[in-house]
């Protein structure tokens, strides 16, 4: 009877009770309510995500899928291998992997699907994509609350104004991030506010002062008297570059040639990480630039002259010959001020003119293990305040150099950490390359 029915179903629901056995007569009944009910007690294999009239299948609510917020992901590469975006971390993989699951089900995309997808395209650093995605729904928003004429906003405002301040980061657009960050200076949610407090401190360290002055490298030692007036009885020469002048200084020498090679620090860099002091193991082909430099008639001197002006802001190999030897130094002309943190494995990059943070300074970084293994470790960019954590890594972060292309880069390219080598990291070589303020190379040890 379906008035007797109607009034069970009532009473046992009303004490927070269910029977299969009463609630599968809704069937019998045509009870739209009650059968909704009664099917969602029942496996129906719709895919992750399914919604109708009568049936849905909600997989948060089901627990089979859960937002999942990464703090911190570190990739390893700031650039894509091959053709396809490899996601390095095996755990993050199955979590984004079940997202576009879930989402290949729906007909359409929300705002909430929207933002999680733009969260996990910039764990990803596909940032365009990210960022493309973001505007589409500010746009969709500001058409929407026209329609809804002052309407309470959405209940997901708050990480969507997060997400833009991020963008505005990537953006350089620092106002907009001070103006979003001023609007939940004193949000009562501890763990938000400190998030928006962060921003707000990255924005003052990149309109802060300038860091301190790297301290002054240590002199050579002197030599002992007789070796000096041994010296000083056959020629000989040594020669040092600092700041685009080049200090020779010789013994009984009437003469010297100089050659100047153009090197590109990136490609010597990635040759030979830790041999950058060597510069006799540069390949050299043929000089840029030769010139004889005559040298007065005298027993001893020291001879100043500055860079040729097309080496000015290059990267060059300086060669000097002079009675049958020859002498090499590498200059990696830069106007950068660099502060490297060993211990806690950051960096800061200034410019050494106006003191300024250099933002999207490209930075690369090999480790040399305990057994004299060379691997590449990470790279990345310095952000808005000039910094960079060039140490961090995910312990399982570098399962995807398991999946470099064979003949994709070769070398020292697809040599990268494997997973469980990362205790095993003895020292640390940095390049930093700016288009605007040139390159250095430095090495470090690891963080303890």
């Known amino acids: 009877n379906a008035g007797f029915f109607r009034k069970l179903t009532a009473a046992i629901a009303a004490r927070r009770g269910y029977d ?5 007569y809704a069937v019998y009944h045509n009870d739209a309510p ?8 029942r496996e129906i294999d719709c895919g992750p995500w399914f919604a109708s ?11 089979t899928y859960e937002h999942l917020e990464y703090s911190p992901l570190i990739n390893p590469r700031a650039h894509r291998i091959g053709a396809e975006w490899r996601i390095g971390n095996p ?10 699951e879930i989402l290949a089900h729906k007909p359409m995309l929300g705002d909430a699907d929207n933002l999680q997808t733009v969260y996990y395209l910039f764990l990803q650093d596909r940032v365009e994509e990210a960022l493309a995605r973001l505007h589409a729904v500010s746009q969709e928003r500001e058409r929407a609350a026209k329609v809804r004429s002052g ?12 997400l833009r301040c991020y ?22 949610v501890d763990r938000w506010r400190k998030l928006f407090a962060e921003a707000a401190s990255q924005l003052d360290a990149i309109e802060g002062a300038a860091a301190a002055a790297s301290a002054a490298q240590p002199g050579e030692p002197d030599r002992e008297a007789e070796q000096a007036a041994l010296a000083a009885a056959e020629p000989a020469f040594e020669f040092k570059i600092e700041s685009g002048t080049v200090a020779l200084h010789w013994n009984n020498l009437p003469g010297v040639t100089v050659n100047y090679y153009r090197i590109d620090p990136e490609f010597a860099f990635s040759s030979a990480p830790f041999a950058s002091q060597d510069a006799s193991r540069f390949g050299i082909v043929k000089p840029a630039k030769t010139e004889q430099r005559a040298l007065p008639n005298s027993a001893e001197g020291t001879e100043h002259w500055q860079l040729p002006e097309e080496f000015a802001k290059a990267s060059v190999l300086v060669e000097i010959l002079g009675a049958g030897a020859r002498k090499t130094q590498a200059c990696h002309a830069n106007t950068l001020k660099l502060t490297v943190a060993e211990n806690y494995g950051r960096l800061e990059v200034r410019a050494s003119g106006d003191g300024k943070p250099v933002s999207a300074a490209y930075v690369k970084v090999y480790a040399r293990l305990r057994n004299g293994t060379v691997r590449f470790f990470k790279d990345g960019y310095t952000d808005l305040r000039g910094k960079f954590d060039y140490a ?18 070769g070398g020292l390219e697809s040599q990268m950490l494997q997973p469980g080598e990362l205790g095993q990291v003895e020292r640390l070589a940095l390049l930093i390359m700016s288009d605007t303020h040139g390159s250095e190379v430095r090495e470090a040890a690891p963080p303890q």
Do not use: C
């Open 53 to 63: 009239a009568l049936y849905n299948v909600d997989p948060v609510a089901r627990r």
């Open 91 to 100: 755990a993050f993989a199955r979590q984004y992997r079940a997202l576009m």
């Open 34 to 41: 009650t059968l909704k009910e009664w099917l969602a007690h």
């Open 167 to 188: 963008a505005a980061f990537y953006e350089q657009n620092l106002g907009e991030a001070r103006a979003i960050v001023k609007q939940y200076a004193d949000y009562p």
């Open 392 to 409: 961090s890594l995910n312990d399982s972060g570098t399962a995807a150099a398991k999946n470099v292309p064979a003949g994709g880069g």
């Open 20 to 24: 299969d056995t009463i609630w599968r």
């Open 151 to 162: 309407t309470p906003l959405p209940k997901d405002d708050l990480q969507f104004d997060y």
